[in-house]
């Protein structure tokens, strides 16, 4: 147990759907980072938030969207659905304090776009 | 860019078999490097890192070497448990030893059988 949870566990849209998808990091946690997992293979880092900022984002389109909040919560909203964004989509949190700090997964959203 | 490369699964071992899988990066500069586990159902868990060469990083009987010279990071174990049985994901930050923008592996599965 990490201490991390995402909702809801499995979700099923229709291609141009938008869809939020919901983290709880652990208290206190300061950061949050958001991973994109296509079916074999390994993460893809989309962005981060570091106290309610984007800090940093990989390689996706600016329809994929961040919100950090102050109770430790984040959201991940993707709009226009595409059949490719199916994937299991992973928060992680950490507490940023100095240069060297871990990562705690959640379980996952498993989105299926239709 | 950066990149990271495992090799292919699924590996399945008995039970007090050694395991060995490999990972090799491609990075500028000098990346920390992470071997996390994922379990059935279970978000991604660190379990072990180094932060520059010839560093050992080791836990619950896993051990990897940060070898600059071949960059590479093997995950080694002497005697594999049933319970082992989970993906491995081997991954790469060169965000100054943070874990802010991870570059993962696509995973191996191992299984190990009783």
């Known amino acids: 147990e990490t201490g991390v949870t995402q909702s809801p566990t499995h979700l099923i849209k229709t291609r141009g759907q938008q869809v939020t998808l919901r983290c709880s990091s652990q208290s206190g946690h300061n950061t949050v980072s958001w991973y994109q997992q296509a079916l074999g293979q390994g993460p893809q880092f989309i962005f981060q938030?570091?106290?309610?900022?984007?800090?940093g984002r990989g390689n996706f389109p600016p329809r994929f969207s961040g919100l950090q909040f102050p109770n430790y919560s984040s959201e991940l909203n993707v709009n226009a659905l595409e059949l490719d964004d199916s994937a299991l989509y992973l928060c992680a949190s950490s507490f940023r304090a100095g240069g060297d700090y871990e990562q705690y997964f959640g379980p996952g959203t498993r989105l299926t776009v239709t | 860019g950066n990149s990271v490369t495992q090799m292919e699964g699924p590996v399945t071992l008995s039970e007090e078999a050694f395991l060995t899988i490999n990972c090799t990066y491609t990075a500028t500069g000098y990346p920390s490097l992470f071997w996390y586990v994922q379990y059935p159902g279970e978000g991604l868990q660190l379990l072990l890192k180094?932060?520059?060469?010839?560093d050992k990083g080791s836990n619950k009987g896993f051990e990897a070497t940060y070898r600059k010279e071949t960059t590479s990071f093997h995950l080694e174990k002497g005697s594999v448990q049933v319970s082992d049985s989970a993906v491995y994901f081997c991954?790469?930050?060169?965000?100054?030893?943070?874990?802010?923008?991870?570059?993962f592996g696509k995973g191996t599965k191992l299984s190990v059988k009783p």
């Open positions: 180094a932060t520059k060469a010839d």
């Open positions: 991954a790469l930050s060169d965000d100054g030893g943070s874990q802010g923008n991870l570059i």
């Open positions: 938030y570091y106290r309610e900022e984007e800090n």
